[in-house]
């Protein structure tokens, strides 16, 4: 094999295939990255055969072929050369790959290629497009709230349910739930109920990102999922387990709602947690009454901190307590000027909402403390 393509192009699919390179892999092969030369590009993959990621670029190819080198050594060798261009050259006679760039070489020794499992496109029963703009939004929105805890899986991904009119996306860790849902035209004789590996979508942030809004192709089998978009194809292993029915989670009505400024409801709460979130629980105290939400948190350990906000109230007053991270999260998550705050009692479900935008619900359980 003998190429010759762009520094940077090669920098990017390097970067992108290695988000399926383990560090810890089961076996050597699965540290190395499967570089394929045909034709006028080069084909790069990776993969720890939970997430398998397959990124194409163009280049000169004068001979085709196929290596496999360590993909960690490969990145820290290709970054660091001094040219605009990269020519990448097997030595047949001893088992070694040159890399030059300008007076720039490097000579890594080629793995085992034979021992590579090489990936092959998924064919799924159910296809469909979805542009990158809305499913990163998706992602936002959601997968902040999946559990951390392997001992559940189920909670550790986010559902997608499809059905011909909407799509929709939601996580929970069954202390909170975060979903929203968008007006689609698909058609399909099936409704399609999948959950997605949380770890897997956070690192979508970095590959689906453009300006243009994009169409990414989906396909799905029972226990595989695979995305197109542009020079990237990704699949990923699907979660196996039910999912907690949504609907049941999210309270039909509410009596009270606030309104609230964002940034300045954000911004107290990060200096009011400071005390807080070096505590066993990160508790932090709402008093909503009179057009005001007094903020406060006391840490027997540390001290007291407290602030009062401006709000809107409509309903009776409450005084509430959360666990500081589940609200800090969802902030981070909310993309408009002000959000709707709603309850019934102190120790029943609350929910945010964006204003103006009833596609986003956001529903969270209260802490028992001991003035409750």
């Not at 390179?21 to 092969?29: F, L, N």
């Not at 993959?45 to 190819?61: L, M, R, V």
């Not at 799905?220 to 196996?240: A, G, M, P, W």
């Amino acid at each position: 094999m003998k190429i010759t393509c762009e520094k940077k192009e090669l920098v990017q699919a390097i970067q992108t295939v290695l988000k399926a390179v383990p560090s810890r892999p089961q076996m050597p092969i699965l540290s190395g990255i499967y570089i394929k030369a045909h034709q006028n590009y080069i084909e790069l993959q990776g993969t720890d055969y939970e997430i398998s990621i397959i990124c194409k670029i163009k280049a000169i190819i004068e001979t085709e072929g196929t290596i496999v080198l360590p993909g960690k050594y490969l990145y820290e060798v290709v970054r660091t050369l001094p040219g605009e261009y990269v020519e990448i050259k097997n030595n047949d006679s001893d088992n070694s790959v040159n890399i030059r760039s300008n007076s720039a070489q490097f000579n890594l020794l080629n793995m085992q290629e034979n021992e590579f499992p090489i990936i092959e496109p998924l064919k799924g029963q159910i296809n469909f497009n979805l542009k990158n703009d809305i499913f990163l939004n998706f992602i936002k929105k959601t997968s902040f709230a999946c559990a951390t805890d392997e001992s559940r899986p189920v909670f550790t991904g986010c559902l997608m349910d499809i059905t011909d009119e909407n799509i929709v996306m939601a996580a929970t860790n069954m202390h909170r739930l975060a979903l929203i849902k968008e007006n689609i035209n698909y058609i399909s004789d099936n409704n399609i109920k999948i959950i997605i590996p949380a770890k897997i979508l956070n690192e979508f942030t970095h590959i689906f990102n453009s300006e243009i809004p994009t169409d990414i192709q989906i396909s799905c089998t029972h226990n595989k999922i695979s995305f197109s978009y542009e020079n990237i194809y990704v699949i990923s292993r699907l979660i196996e387990g039910q999912f907690p029915d949504y609907n049941r989670v999210i309270p039909k009505e509410f009596k009270t709602h606030v309104n609230i400024n964002k940034n300045e409801f954000q911004s107290a709460l990060d200096r009011v947690s400071l005390i807080s979130r070096s505590g066993d629980y990160n508790i932090i105290h709402f008093e909503f009454v009179d057009n005001i939400v007094r903020i406060s948190s006391d840490n027997p350990n540390i001290g007291k901190a407290e602030e009062t906000i401006n709000v809107d109230i409509e309903g009776p007053g409450i005084n509430i307590s959360f666990n500081a991270k589940y609200i800090i999260d969802v902030l981070k998550a909310i993309d408009t000027e002000n959000f709707i705050f709603s309850f019934n009692q102190p120790l029943t479900t609350a929910s945010i909402t964006q204003r103006d935008n009833k596609n986003f619900v956001y529903v969270v359980t209260p802490v028992r403390t001991k003035t409750m």
